[in-house]
T-cell receptor, first 116, second 113 residues
Framework: GAVVSQHPSWVICKSGTSVKIECRSL??????MFWYRQFPKQSLMLMAT?????????EQGVEKDKFLINHASLTLSTLTVTSAHPEDSSFYIC????????????FGAGTRLSVL | GENVEQHPSTLSVQEGDSAVIKCTYS??????FPWYKQELGKRPQLIID?????GEKKDQRIAVTLNKTAKHFSLHITETQPEDSAVYFC????????????FGTGTQLKVEL
């Protein structure tokens, strides 16, 4: 299957700082990428849909000013957690939709964020 | 709505036995149903999928069945092995729903020796 690279895999930051997470589709172009958050022993919850060249679409209850999404190219989307707080600590996972492969979504390896 | 109910939440089987996980969806517009396997701390991996124009699909020890009338779909794993132990998520995509995946709550499968 296609490869989606997510970086960093693990980050620890101080409360109040911002953290940027990158999601890249390595061998296909992705006009649409998705950002999920997963708490321990829970399912993946969609945060937002990242659209290349346009604004992201956020799910209900997700603060767009806190979780900034930029999808500037067909292979890269970034999620910036601004002014992070301990309650933002979670596992963040991106996925990219491969339009050439019947819209199958491939997932990144995830980023474990710990806010102190 | 876009909810997907998944059962059971945990499942323990003996090695070699079969495991079945069931999901129910509510929106008849759903047309694509992938299943993902996630090991602890790792990315979800697509293991099998089925589209709404098919009733059953099989790939070696894994099979998925879809009942559109009843709006439920199931994952069947035969001859289970210890490496099958993981969390399994069913999911769905709605036609015209922006291709958003909606996940079930997950099933922790444990295959015991």
């Amino acid at each position: 299957g296609a490869v989606v690279s997510q970086h960093p895999s693990w980050v620890i930051c101080k409360s109040g700082t911002s953290v940027k997470i990158e999601c890249r589709s390595l061998d296909f172009q992705a006009t649409t990428m998705f950002w999920y958050r997963q708490f321990p022993k829970q399912s993946l919850m969609l945060m937002a849909t990242s659209n290349e060249g346009s604004k992201a679409t956020y799910e209900q209850g997700v603060e767009k000013d806190k979780f900034l999404i930029n999808h500037a190219s067909l292979t890269l989307s970034t999620l910036t957690v601004t002014s992070a707080h301990p309650e933002d600590s979670s596992f963040y996972i991106c996925s990219a939709r491969d339009q050439a492969a019947k819209n199958i979504q491939y997932f990144g390896a995830g980023t474990r964020l710990s806010v102190l | 709505g876009e909810n997907v109910e998944q059962h059971p939440s945990t499942l323990s089987v003996q090695e070699g036995d079969s495991a079945v996980i069931k999901c129910t969806y509510s929106d008849s517009a759903s047309n694509y149903f992938p299943w993902y396997k996630q090991e602890l701390g790792k990315r979800p991996q697509l293991i099998i999928d089925i589209r709404s124009n098919v009733g059953e699909k099989k790939d070696q020890r894994i099979a998925v069945t879809l009942n559109k009338t009843a709006k439920h779909f199931s994952l069947h794993i035969t001859e289970t092995q210890p490496e099958d132990s993981a969390v399994y998520f069913c999911s769905q995509i709605l036609t015209g729903g922006g291709n958003k995946l909606t996940f079930g709550t997950g099933t922790q499968l444990k295959v015991e020796l």
